[in-house]
Protein backbone atom coordinates (compact mmCIF):
# COMPACT_ATOMS: atom_id res chain seq x y z
CA UNK A 1 0.00 0.00 0.00
CA UNK A 2 1.50 2.92 -1.01
CA UNK A 3 2.07 6.05 1.17
CA UNK A 4 -0.33 9.17 1.01
CA UNK A 5 -1.15 12.17 3.04
CA UNK A 6 -4.73 12.76 4.10
CA UNK A 7 -5.09 15.60 2.13
CA UNK A 8 -5.42 13.14 -1.48
CA UNK A 9 -8.54 11.56 0.41
CA UNK A 10 -10.39 13.35 3.21
CA UNK A 11 -12.21 16.74 3.81
CA UNK A 12 -11.73 18.02 7.28
CA UNK A 13 -13.22 20.98 9.42
CA UNK A 14 -11.23 22.56 12.56
CA UNK A 15 -12.86 23.78 15.78
CA UNK A 16 -12.63 24.15 19.24
CA UNK A 17 -13.94 24.35 22.91
CA UNK A 18 -11.84 26.14 25.75
CA UNK A 19 -8.62 23.97 25.36
CA UNK A 20 -10.05 21.40 23.20
CA UNK A 21 -9.45 21.44 19.84
CA UNK A 22 -12.06 19.50 17.64
CA UNK A 23 -11.32 17.91 14.25
CA UNK A 24 -13.07 15.77 11.55
CA UNK A 25 -12.29 14.04 8.47
CA UNK A 26 -14.38 13.78 5.74
CA UNK A 27 -14.55 10.45 2.98
CA UNK A 28 -16.52 10.21 -0.11
CA UNK A 29 -16.85 6.40 -0.40
CA UNK A 30 -17.17 3.34 1.63
CA UNK A 31 -14.25 2.10 1.08
CA UNK A 32 -11.90 5.18 1.76
CA UNK A 33 -14.30 5.64 4.62
CA UNK A 34 -13.70 2.38 5.91
CA UNK A 35 -9.58 2.39 5.00
CA UNK A 36 -8.78 5.66 6.92
CA UNK A 37 -10.86 4.83 10.07
CA UNK A 38 -8.72 1.64 9.70
CA UNK A 39 -5.36 3.70 9.01
CA UNK A 40 -5.82 6.73 11.26
CA UNK A 41 -5.54 5.67 14.73
CA UNK A 42 -5.59 7.48 17.60
CA UNK A 43 -2.50 7.08 18.84
CA UNK A 44 -1.07 8.59 15.10
CA UNK A 45 -3.04 11.43 15.42
CA UNK A 46 -1.57 11.93 18.89
CA UNK A 47 2.30 11.50 17.84
CA UNK A 48 1.69 13.49 14.82
CA UNK A 49 0.89 16.50 16.96
CA UNK A 50 3.48 15.70 19.21
CA UNK A 51 3.96 18.37 21.98
CA UNK A 52 0.97 20.27 20.31
CA UNK A 53 -1.38 18.46 21.99
CA UNK A 54 -0.95 17.85 25.41
CA UNK A 55 -3.81 15.78 27.05
CA UNK A 56 -5.19 12.38 25.68
CA UNK A 57 -7.44 12.34 22.24
CA UNK A 58 -10.54 10.82 21.32
CA UNK A 59 -11.98 9.29 18.36
CA UNK A 60 -15.29 8.77 16.89
CA UNK A 61 -16.73 7.27 14.02
CA UNK A 62 -19.64 8.47 12.17
CA UNK A 63 -20.57 5.92 9.36
CA UNK A 64 -23.93 7.28 8.13
CA UNK A 65 -21.89 10.52 7.02
CA UNK A 66 -18.42 8.98 6.64
CA UNK A 67 -16.86 11.07 8.91
CA UNK A 68 -13.88 10.29 11.56
CA UNK A 69 -13.44 12.47 14.00
CA UNK A 70 -10.80 13.22 16.79
CA UNK A 71 -11.48 15.52 20.21
CA UNK A 72 -7.91 16.68 21.47
CA UNK A 73 -7.62 18.12 24.94
CA UNK A 74 -5.38 20.20 25.87
CA UNK A 75 -4.30 21.09 22.57
CA UNK A 76 -4.59 24.81 21.67
CA UNK A 77 -1.84 26.09 24.73
CA UNK A 78 -4.13 27.22 27.60
CA UNK A 79 -7.36 28.00 25.06
CA UNK A 80 -8.77 31.16 23.08
CA UNK A 81 -7.69 33.76 25.53
CA UNK A 82 -5.17 32.36 26.94
CA UNK A 83 -3.37 30.73 24.43
CA UNK A 84 -0.08 32.52 23.05
CA UNK A 85 -0.18 30.94 19.46
CA UNK A 86 -0.99 32.89 16.22
CA UNK A 87 -3.74 30.32 15.25
CA UNK A 88 -5.28 30.54 19.15
CA UNK A 89 -8.41 28.66 18.08
CA UNK A 90 -7.04 26.17 16.35
CA UNK A 91 -8.89 26.70 12.68
CA UNK A 92 -5.73 25.75 10.91
CA UNK A 93 -4.96 22.15 12.93
CA UNK A 94 -7.13 20.74 10.04
CA UNK A 95 -4.67 21.29 7.88
CA UNK A 96 -1.75 20.09 10.00
CA UNK A 97 -3.62 16.63 10.37
CA UNK A 98 -4.29 16.58 6.37
CA UNK A 99 -0.55 16.65 6.37
CA UNK A 100 -0.09 13.32 7.90
CA UNK A 101 0.82 10.44 5.98
CA UNK A 102 -0.65 7.03 6.11
CA UNK A 103 -0.37 3.64 3.82
CA UNK A 104 -4.01 3.11 1.97
CA UNK A 105 -4.83 0.88 -0.86
CA UNK A 106 -4.13 2.16 -4.23
CA UNK A 107 -7.68 2.17 -5.13
CA UNK A 108 -8.92 4.66 -2.51
CA UNK A 109 -6.50 6.84 -3.73
CA UNK A 110 -7.32 6.37 -7.78
CA UNK A 111 -11.01 6.32 -6.66
CA UNK A 112 -10.38 10.12 -4.99
CA UNK A 113 -11.56 12.91 -6.31
CA UNK A 114 -9.63 14.90 -4.13
CA UNK A 115 -6.63 13.20 -5.17
CA UNK A 116 -3.98 15.94 -6.86
CA UNK A 117 -6.65 18.45 -7.07
CA UNK A 118 -5.02 21.93 -6.20
CA UNK A 119 -6.94 25.33 -5.58
CA UNK A 120 -5.63 27.16 -8.80
CA UNK A 121 -2.81 29.91 -7.96
CA UNK A 122 -3.31 33.93 -9.41
CA UNK A 123 -0.50 35.99 -8.96
CA UNK A 124 -2.12 38.22 -10.48
CA UNK A 125 -1.68 41.45 -8.14
CA UNK A 126 -5.37 42.35 -6.90
CA UNK A 127 -5.84 45.42 -8.33
CA UNK A 128 -4.86 44.00 -11.92
CA UNK A 129 -7.58 40.98 -11.72
CA UNK A 130 -10.64 41.17 -13.83
CA UNK A 131 -13.54 42.62 -12.15
CA UNK A 132 -15.81 39.70 -10.57
CA UNK A 133 -18.28 40.85 -12.76
CA UNK A 134 -16.39 40.16 -16.48
CA UNK A 135 -14.79 36.72 -14.56
CA UNK B 1 -43.83 25.45 6.48
CA UNK B 2 -41.29 27.60 8.41
CA UNK B 3 -38.34 29.68 7.24
CA UNK B 4 -35.21 30.20 9.69
CA UNK B 5 -32.69 32.20 8.49
CA UNK B 6 -29.28 32.30 10.08
CA UNK B 7 -28.42 35.85 9.84
CA UNK B 8 -24.98 36.03 11.90
CA UNK B 9 -22.78 33.58 13.35
CA UNK B 10 -20.23 35.75 15.26
CA UNK B 11 -19.71 39.20 16.89
CA UNK B 12 -17.88 40.97 13.69
CA UNK B 13 -19.49 38.72 11.28
CA UNK B 14 -20.08 40.75 7.86
CA UNK B 15 -24.16 41.25 7.08
CA UNK B 16 -24.18 41.63 3.61
CA UNK B 17 -26.10 38.20 3.05
CA UNK B 18 -29.14 39.04 5.56
CA UNK B 19 -30.27 40.86 2.76
CA UNK B 20 -30.52 38.68 0.37
CA UNK B 21 -32.21 36.30 3.18
CA UNK B 22 -34.95 38.67 3.82
CA UNK B 23 -35.55 39.35 0.58
CA UNK B 24 -36.02 35.59 0.26
CA UNK B 25 -38.81 35.44 2.61
CA UNK B 26 -37.90 34.21 6.72
CA UNK B 27 -40.39 34.09 9.03
CA UNK B 28 -37.60 34.28 11.88
CA UNK B 29 -34.16 36.16 11.30
CA UNK B 30 -32.13 34.24 13.81
CA UNK B 31 -28.56 36.12 15.49
CA UNK B 32 -25.70 34.13 17.29
CA UNK B 33 -23.27 36.92 18.34
CA UNK B 34 -21.79 34.92 21.65
CA UNK B 35 -18.88 32.83 20.97
CA UNK B 36 -16.57 31.92 24.32
CA UNK B 37 -14.90 35.03 24.38
CA UNK B 38 -17.30 37.15 23.38
CA UNK B 39 -18.80 37.64 27.15
CA UNK B 40 -15.39 38.76 28.26
CA UNK B 41 -14.67 41.99 25.60
CA UNK B 42 -18.28 42.71 26.30
CA UNK B 43 -17.49 42.88 30.04
CA UNK B 44 -14.81 45.05 29.81
CA UNK B 45 -16.91 47.26 27.87
CA UNK B 46 -19.35 47.44 30.38
CA UNK B 47 -16.74 48.02 33.25
CA UNK B 48 -16.36 51.43 31.22
CA UNK B 49 -20.13 51.98 30.69
CA UNK B 50 -22.77 50.73 32.74
CA UNK B 51 -24.98 50.64 30.01
CA UNK B 52 -22.92 48.82 27.79
CA UNK B 53 -22.10 45.21 27.30
CA UNK B 54 -24.31 44.14 24.63
CA UNK B 55 -22.86 43.74 20.67
CA UNK B 56 -22.25 46.92 19.46
CA UNK B 57 -23.74 46.11 15.57
CA UNK B 58 -27.01 45.01 17.25
CA UNK B 59 -28.04 48.32 16.65
CA UNK B 60 -27.44 47.51 12.84
CA UNK B 61 -28.57 44.27 12.56
CA UNK B 62 -31.93 45.85 13.74
CA UNK B 63 -32.42 48.15 11.20
CA UNK B 64 -31.93 45.99 8.62
CA UNK B 65 -34.73 43.66 9.75
CA UNK B 66 -36.93 46.36 11.33
CA UNK B 67 -39.18 46.81 7.70
CA UNK B 68 -39.87 43.40 7.92
CA UNK B 69 -41.66 43.36 11.80
CA UNK B 70 -43.23 46.04 11.00
CA UNK B 71 -44.93 44.38 8.17
CA UNK B 72 -45.46 41.37 10.29
CA UNK B 73 -43.00 39.24 8.07
CA UNK B 74 -40.09 38.65 10.04
CA UNK B 75 -39.34 38.29 13.83
CA UNK B 76 -35.69 38.56 15.25
CA UNK B 77 -34.44 36.50 17.65
CA UNK B 78 -30.60 37.24 18.68
CA UNK B 79 -28.51 36.55 22.03
CA UNK B 80 -26.35 39.60 21.44
CA UNK B 81 -27.49 41.01 24.72
CA UNK B 82 -24.32 39.40 26.25
CA UNK B 83 -23.67 40.64 29.36
CA UNK B 84 -26.50 43.38 29.46
CA UNK B 85 -29.67 42.01 27.73
CA UNK B 86 -31.43 44.70 29.70
CA UNK B 87 -29.45 47.47 28.27
CA UNK B 88 -29.66 45.96 24.37
CA UNK B 89 -33.40 45.55 25.29
CA UNK B 90 -33.76 49.26 26.07
CA UNK B 91 -31.08 50.64 23.02
CA UNK B 92 -33.00 48.54 20.42
CA UNK B 93 -36.65 50.26 22.46
CA UNK B 94 -34.94 53.61 21.83
CA UNK B 95 -33.76 53.06 18.36
CA UNK B 96 -37.24 51.99 16.94
CA UNK B 97 -38.58 55.00 18.19
CA UNK B 98 -35.88 56.69 17.29
CA UNK B 99 -36.85 55.75 13.66
CA UNK B 100 -40.66 56.42 14.39
CA UNK B 101 -41.23 52.40 14.69
CA UNK B 102 -43.63 52.49 16.94
CA UNK B 103 -46.06 48.75 18.19
CA UNK B 104 -43.19 46.67 18.24
CA UNK B 105 -42.73 44.23 20.80
CA UNK B 106 -38.97 43.95 22.40
CA UNK B 107 -38.35 41.13 25.04
CA UNK B 108 -35.04 41.08 26.83
CA UNK B 109 -34.00 37.62 28.81
CA UNK B 110 -31.96 37.58 31.58
CA UNK B 111 -30.68 35.01 33.96
CA UNK B 112 -27.83 33.14 32.53
CA UNK B 113 -25.25 35.59 34.98
CA UNK B 114 -23.68 33.36 37.30
CA UNK B 115 -22.15 35.82 39.16
CA UNK B 116 -24.81 36.25 42.31
CA UNK B 117 -24.47 32.72 42.40
CA UNK B 118 -20.74 33.34 42.95
CA UNK B 119 -20.71 31.71 46.61
CA UNK B 120 -22.43 28.54 46.14
CA UNK B 121 -20.93 27.33 43.06
CA UNK B 122 -17.29 28.23 43.65
CA UNK B 123 -16.83 31.42 41.12
CA UNK B 124 -13.65 33.47 41.95
CA UNK B 125 -13.76 37.32 43.29
CA UNK B 126 -11.69 38.22 40.22
CA UNK B 127 -14.15 35.99 37.39
CA UNK B 128 -14.33 38.83 34.69
CA UNK B 129 -17.65 36.85 33.83
CA UNK B 130 -19.20 33.35 34.18
CA UNK B 131 -22.32 32.51 32.54
CA UNK B 132 -24.84 29.81 32.10
CA UNK B 133 -26.13 28.16 28.69
CA UNK B 134 -29.85 28.51 28.73
CA UNK B 135 -32.01 26.63 27.07
CA UNK B 136 -35.19 27.55 24.47
CA UNK B 137 -37.36 27.90 27.16
CA UNK B 138 -37.74 31.99 27.66
CA UNK B 139 -37.22 32.52 24.13
CA UNK B 140 -40.97 29.81 23.75
CA UNK B 141 -41.83 31.97 26.46
CA UNK B 142 -41.35 35.23 24.99
CA UNK B 143 -42.55 34.34 21.33
CA UNK B 144 -45.95 32.78 23.21
CA UNK B 145 -46.58 36.37 24.75
CA UNK B 146 -46.17 37.75 20.91
CA UNK B 147 -43.00 39.10 21.61
CA UNK B 148 -41.11 40.62 17.83
CA UNK B 149 -37.67 41.00 18.68
CA UNK B 150 -36.12 38.77 21.64
CA UNK B 151 -32.96 39.76 22.88
CA UNK B 152 -30.86 37.31 25.21
CA UNK B 153 -27.48 37.01 26.94
CA UNK B 154 -25.88 33.71 27.05
CA UNK B 155 -28.22 31.49 25.21
CA UNK B 156 -26.94 28.27 23.78
CA UNK B 157 -26.28 28.70 19.82
CA UNK B 158 -28.57 25.94 18.66
CA UNK B 159 -31.51 26.68 21.31
CA UNK B 160 -32.08 30.19 19.47
CA UNK B 161 -33.11 28.29 16.72
CA UNK B 162 -35.08 25.53 18.36
CA UNK B 163 -37.15 28.12 20.41
CA UNK B 164 -39.31 29.52 17.46
CA UNK B 165 -39.89 25.88 16.20
CA UNK B 166 -41.41 24.65 19.71
CA UNK B 167 -43.42 28.06 19.29
CA UNK B 168 -44.69 27.21 15.79
CA UNK B 169 -45.56 23.46 16.09
CA UNK B 170 -46.50 22.97 19.50
CA UNK B 171 -43.66 20.56 19.86
CA UNK B 172 -43.78 19.15 23.26
CA UNK B 173 -40.30 19.58 24.91
CA UNK B 174 -39.74 16.36 26.19
CA UNK B 175 -40.47 15.21 22.57
CA UNK B 176 -36.46 14.13 22.48
CA UNK B 177 -36.38 12.95 19.02
CA UNK B 178 -38.11 17.19 17.92
CA UNK B 179 -35.91 18.55 20.29
CA UNK B 180 -32.63 16.93 18.53
CA UNK B 181 -34.21 17.68 14.98
CA UNK B 182 -34.47 21.64 16.13
CA UNK B 183 -30.99 21.12 17.27
CA UNK B 184 -29.70 19.79 14.68
CA UNK B 185 -31.35 23.06 12.36
CA UNK B 186 -29.78 25.34 15.00
CA UNK B 187 -26.29 23.72 14.76
CA UNK B 188 -26.32 24.10 11.02
CA UNK B 189 -27.56 27.58 11.30
CA UNK B 190 -25.36 29.18 14.00
CA UNK B 191 -22.19 30.00 12.39
CA UNK B 192 -23.75 31.79 9.05
CA UNK B 193 -22.51 31.09 5.75
CA UNK B 194 -20.02 28.38 7.25
CA UNK B 195 -22.87 25.71 6.24
CA UNK B 196 -23.41 27.00 2.46
CA UNK B 197 -19.79 26.93 1.45
CA UNK B 198 -17.58 28.96 3.90
CA UNK B 199 -14.43 27.29 5.38
CA UNK B 200 -15.26 24.33 3.24
CA UNK B 201 -12.26 21.92 2.69
CA UNK B 202 -13.53 20.74 -0.67
CA UNK B 203 -13.27 22.97 -4.29
CA UNK B 204 -13.86 26.11 -2.09
CA UNK B 205 -12.73 28.25 -5.25
CA UNK B 206 -15.69 26.86 -7.46
CA UNK B 207 -18.09 28.41 -4.53
CA UNK B 208 -18.91 31.38 -6.77
CA UNK B 209 -19.04 35.27 -5.38
CA UNK B 210 -17.55 35.47 -1.69
CA UNK B 211 -18.73 39.21 -1.49
CA UNK B 212 -22.22 38.02 -2.43
CA UNK B 213 -22.31 35.31 0.40
CA UNK B 214 -25.41 32.63 0.44
CA UNK B 215 -26.11 32.86 4.16
CA UNK B 216 -28.44 29.79 5.47
CA UNK B 217 -32.01 29.47 5.76
CA UNK B 218 -33.87 26.14 7.22
CA UNK B 219 -37.09 25.62 6.00
CA UNK B 220 -38.84 23.34 8.17
CA UNK B 221 -42.39 21.50 8.46
CA UNK B 222 -44.72 20.61 11.52
CA UNK B 223 -44.08 16.89 10.79
CA UNK B 224 -40.21 16.95 10.88
CA UNK B 225 -39.39 17.59 7.54
CA UNK B 226 -36.60 19.99 7.44
CA UNK B 227 -34.53 21.40 4.13
CA UNK B 228 -31.10 23.53 4.50
CA UNK B 229 -30.55 26.07 1.44
CA UNK B 230 -29.81 29.70 0.89
CA UNK B 231 -31.33 32.59 -1.11
CA UNK B 232 -31.57 32.02 -4.99
CA UNK B 233 -28.74 33.94 -6.62
CA UNK B 234 -26.35 34.28 -3.84
CA UNK B 235 -22.73 32.68 -3.94
CA UNK B 236 -21.61 29.63 -1.93
CA UNK B 237 -23.30 26.34 -1.69
CA UNK B 238 -25.43 23.94 0.05
CA UNK B 239 -24.46 20.14 -0.80
CA UNK B 240 -23.97 17.27 1.70
CA UNK B 241 -20.15 18.13 1.88
CA UNK B 242 -20.60 21.57 2.88
CA UNK B 243 -23.57 20.51 5.57
CA UNK B 244 -22.05 17.39 6.55
CA UNK B 245 -18.74 19.40 7.69
CA UNK B 246 -20.88 21.97 10.04
CA UNK B 247 -22.69 18.88 11.05
CA UNK B 248 -19.31 18.26 12.71
CA UNK B 249 -18.13 21.14 13.64
CA UNK B 250 -17.72 21.52 17.64
CA UNK B 251 -19.92 19.21 18.35
CA UNK B 252 -17.26 16.69 20.54
CA UNK B 253 -18.97 13.16 21.04
CA UNK B 254 -21.26 13.39 18.03
CA UNK B 255 -23.17 10.45 19.76
CA UNK B 256 -24.38 13.35 22.94
CA UNK B 257 -24.03 16.18 21.80
CA UNK B 258 -25.29 18.08 24.78
CA UNK B 259 -27.69 20.68 24.84
CA UNK B 260 -29.35 22.77 27.48
CA UNK B 261 -32.66 21.30 25.85
CA UNK B 262 -31.47 17.75 24.26
CA UNK B 263 -29.23 15.15 23.82
CA UNK B 264 -28.70 15.08 20.33
CA UNK B 265 -27.43 12.13 18.68
CA UNK B 266 -25.66 13.28 15.46
CA UNK B 267 -24.32 10.26 14.30
CA UNK B 268 -28.20 9.17 13.69
CA UNK B 269 -28.44 12.11 11.38
CA UNK B 270 -29.25 11.29 7.45
CA UNK B 271 -28.50 13.72 4.79
CA UNK B 272 -29.70 13.71 1.45
CA UNK B 273 -28.21 16.19 -1.71
CA UNK B 274 -31.26 17.43 -3.49
CA UNK B 275 -29.31 19.38 -5.90
CA UNK B 276 -30.03 22.70 -6.33
CA UNK B 277 -28.47 23.98 -3.02
CA UNK B 278 -30.98 21.74 -1.33
CA UNK B 279 -30.10 19.48 1.79
CA UNK B 280 -33.10 17.20 3.34
CA UNK B 281 -32.09 16.78 7.23
CA UNK B 282 -33.98 13.58 8.59
CA UNK B 283 -33.69 10.81 11.32
CA UNK B 284 -32.30 12.82 14.01
CA UNK B 285 -32.84 11.33 17.41
CA UNK B 286 -32.21 12.50 20.79
CA UNK B 287 -32.24 11.51 24.63
CA UNK B 288 -33.12 13.28 27.94
CA UNK B 289 -31.43 16.77 28.20
CA UNK B 290 -28.45 16.63 30.74
CA UNK B 291 -29.19 16.88 34.27
CA UNK B 292 -27.16 20.17 34.70
CA UNK B 293 -26.70 23.46 32.76
CA UNK B 294 -23.10 24.09 30.80
CA UNK B 295 -21.44 27.17 32.69
CA UNK B 296 -18.55 29.16 31.74
CA UNK B 297 -15.99 30.84 34.16
CA UNK B 298 -13.81 33.63 33.09
CA UNK B 299 -10.27 34.67 35.20
CA UNK B 300 -7.42 36.54 34.36
CA UNK B 301 -4.83 34.54 33.31
CA UNK B 302 -1.61 37.46 33.02
CA UNK B 303 -0.82 39.47 30.42
CA UNK B 304 1.21 38.41 27.23
CA UNK B 305 4.03 41.07 24.97
CA UNK B 306 4.60 39.78 21.48
CA UNK B 307 7.54 40.95 19.10
CA UNK B 308 8.00 40.45 15.46
CA UNK B 309 11.07 38.97 13.78
CA UNK B 310 10.94 39.49 10.04
CA UNK B 311 14.39 38.45 8.54
CA UNK B 312 15.28 38.33 4.83
CA UNK B 313 17.34 35.67 2.90
CA UNK B 314 19.98 34.78 3.17
CA UNK B 315 20.10 32.60 6.06
CA UNK B 316 16.58 33.96 7.27
CA UNK B 317 15.54 31.43 9.54
CA UNK B 318 18.89 30.99 11.17
CA UNK B 319 18.33 35.23 11.72
CA UNK B 320 14.92 35.18 12.90
CA UNK B 321 15.80 32.24 15.40
CA UNK B 322 19.04 34.25 16.41
CA UNK B 323 16.89 37.06 17.22
CA UNK B 324 14.13 35.27 19.58
CA UNK B 325 17.36 33.85 21.46
CA UNK B 326 18.53 37.58 22.14
CA UNK B 327 15.35 38.37 23.36
CA UNK B 328 15.55 35.38 25.67
CA UNK B 329 18.79 36.00 26.86
CA UNK B 330 17.57 39.63 27.25
CA UNK B 331 14.62 38.57 29.88
CA UNK B 332 17.16 36.36 31.73
CA UNK B 333 19.59 39.24 31.90
CA UNK B 334 16.71 41.48 33.49
CA UNK B 335 15.14 39.23 35.50
CA UNK B 336 11.91 39.42 34.11
CA UNK B 337 9.52 36.72 35.28
CA UNK B 338 8.18 34.68 32.25
CA UNK B 339 6.08 32.16 32.70
CA UNK B 340 5.63 30.88 29.09
CA UNK B 341 7.43 30.95 25.72
CA UNK B 342 6.17 30.79 22.15
CA UNK B 343 7.59 30.89 18.73
CA UNK B 344 6.65 30.55 15.43
CA UNK B 345 8.37 31.59 12.08
CA UNK B 346 6.40 32.22 8.93
CA UNK B 347 7.10 33.68 5.39
CA UNK B 348 6.78 33.74 1.34
CA UNK B 349 7.27 36.92 -0.42
CA UNK B 350 6.43 40.23 1.66
CA UNK B 351 10.88 41.83 0.95
CA UNK B 352 12.22 39.80 -1.93
CA UNK B 353 8.78 40.52 -3.50
CA UNK B 354 9.18 39.95 -7.45
CA UNK B 355 12.68 38.67 -7.15
CA UNK B 356 11.14 35.64 -4.70
CA UNK B 357 8.15 34.96 -6.94
CA UNK B 358 7.86 37.25 -10.50
CA UNK B 359 4.96 38.80 -11.51
CA UNK B 360 1.94 36.47 -13.25
CA UNK B 361 4.48 33.70 -12.82
CA UNK B 362 2.72 30.36 -12.35
CA UNK B 363 4.72 28.03 -10.68
CA UNK B 364 7.00 29.44 -7.92
CA UNK B 365 10.61 29.27 -9.46
CA UNK B 366 13.00 26.53 -8.09
CA UNK B 367 14.59 28.08 -4.96
CA UNK B 368 17.34 26.60 -2.68
CA UNK B 369 16.40 24.66 0.48
CA UNK B 370 15.72 27.29 2.68
CA UNK B 371 12.30 29.74 2.97
CA UNK B 372 12.91 33.33 0.96
CA UNK B 373 11.99 34.84 4.61
CA UNK B 374 11.44 34.40 7.91
CA UNK B 375 8.87 36.47 10.14
CA UNK B 376 9.67 35.48 13.42
CA UNK B 377 7.04 35.84 16.08
CA UNK B 378 8.07 35.55 19.89
CA UNK B 379 5.48 35.76 22.64
CA UNK B 380 5.97 35.77 26.20
CA UNK B 381 3.45 35.30 29.27
CA UNK B 382 3.87 37.23 32.53
CA UNK B 383 1.84 37.53 35.85
CA UNK B 384 1.95 41.09 35.55
CA UNK B 385 1.18 43.71 33.01
CA UNK B 386 4.26 46.10 33.62
CA UNK B 387 6.86 42.29 32.94
CA UNK B 388 5.41 41.68 29.87
CA UNK B 389 5.72 44.96 28.30
CA UNK B 390 9.72 45.27 29.63
CA UNK B 391 11.40 42.93 27.13
CA UNK B 392 9.25 44.74 24.48
CA UNK B 393 12.07 47.56 24.72
CA UNK B 394 14.92 45.29 24.43
CA UNK B 395 14.00 44.49 21.24
CA UNK B 396 15.21 47.72 19.57
CA UNK B 397 18.78 46.22 19.92
CA UNK B 398 17.89 44.32 17.21
CA UNK B 399 17.92 47.07 14.29
CA UNK B 400 20.86 47.72 14.28
CA UNK B 401 23.03 45.38 16.81
CA UNK B 402 21.41 42.32 15.47
CA UNK B 403 21.76 40.09 12.57
CA UNK B 404 21.53 41.49 8.56
CA UNK B 405 18.34 42.07 6.66
CA UNK B 406 16.08 42.87 9.61
CA UNK B 407 13.03 44.34 7.80
CA UNK B 408 11.00 47.26 9.96
CA UNK B 409 9.39 46.09 12.79
CA UNK B 410 6.12 47.50 11.76
CA UNK B 411 4.26 50.89 12.80
CA UNK B 412 3.03 49.58 16.12
CA UNK B 413 4.83 47.76 18.50
CA UNK B 414 2.00 46.16 20.20
CA UNK B 415 1.12 46.91 24.01
CA UNK B 416 0.59 43.86 26.39
CA UNK B 417 -2.70 41.59 25.81
CA UNK B 418 -4.72 40.51 28.88
CA UNK B 419 -5.52 37.00 28.82
CA UNK B 420 -8.10 34.86 30.22
CA UNK B 421 -8.45 31.82 31.21
CA UNK B 422 -12.10 29.99 30.13
CA UNK B 423 -13.44 26.98 32.33
CA UNK B 424 -16.88 25.19 31.91
CA UNK B 425 -18.57 23.86 34.78
CA UNK B 426 -21.84 22.29 35.31
CA UNK B 427 -24.73 24.53 37.45
CA UNK B 428 -27.77 22.99 38.75
CA UNK B 429 -31.01 23.98 36.47
CA UNK B 430 -32.84 24.74 39.64
CA UNK B 431 -30.39 27.43 40.86
CA UNK B 432 -30.44 29.37 37.17
CA UNK B 433 -33.90 28.69 36.45
CA UNK B 434 -34.87 30.65 39.22
CA UNK B 435 -33.45 33.84 38.44
CA UNK B 436 -34.56 33.55 34.87
CA UNK B 437 -37.00 36.57 33.88
CA UNK B 438 -38.40 37.41 30.42
CA UNK B 439 -39.69 40.81 30.12
CA UNK B 440 -41.58 42.34 27.09
CA UNK B 441 -42.40 46.04 26.18
CA UNK B 442 -43.89 47.76 23.09
CA UNK B 443 -42.13 50.49 20.96
Known amino acids: MPKVQLREVCGVRSGDKGDVSDLTLFMDDQEAYEAVCDAVTTEKVAAHFGEMVKGPVERHEVPRIMALKFVMHEALGGGGPRSLRSDNLGKTLGGALLRLEVDLPESVVANSARAGRRAPLDRTPVDQAPRSADA | ?443
Open chain 2, 1 to 443: MVRIGGGQGFYGDGYAGVGPLLESGVDYLVCEALAELTLAILAKDRARDETAGWTRDLPLYAAMVAPDVVAGRTRFITNAGGINPVAAGRALLEGLRAQGIHGVSVATVVGDDLKPHADELGIPDDAVFAAAYLGAAPIVEALDRGAQMVVTGRVADASLFLAPLIHEFGWDTDDWDRMALGVTVGHLLECSAQVTGGNYSGDWWNNGDFTQPGFPIAECDADGGVVITKPEGTGGRVSFDTVREQLMYEVHDPRAYLNPDVTADFTSVRLEDLGNDRVRVSEVQGRPRPATYKGLVCTPAGYSGEVRLPYSWPDAEAKARAAARFLHRRAQQLGIPVLEWHEEYFGVNAFGGDTVVPRGAAVPPAGGDEPPEVMGRLVWRCEERDDAARLTREFGLLGLGGPPMVSPFGRARERPTGLLDLQPMAVPRELVDAGVRVSVEVS
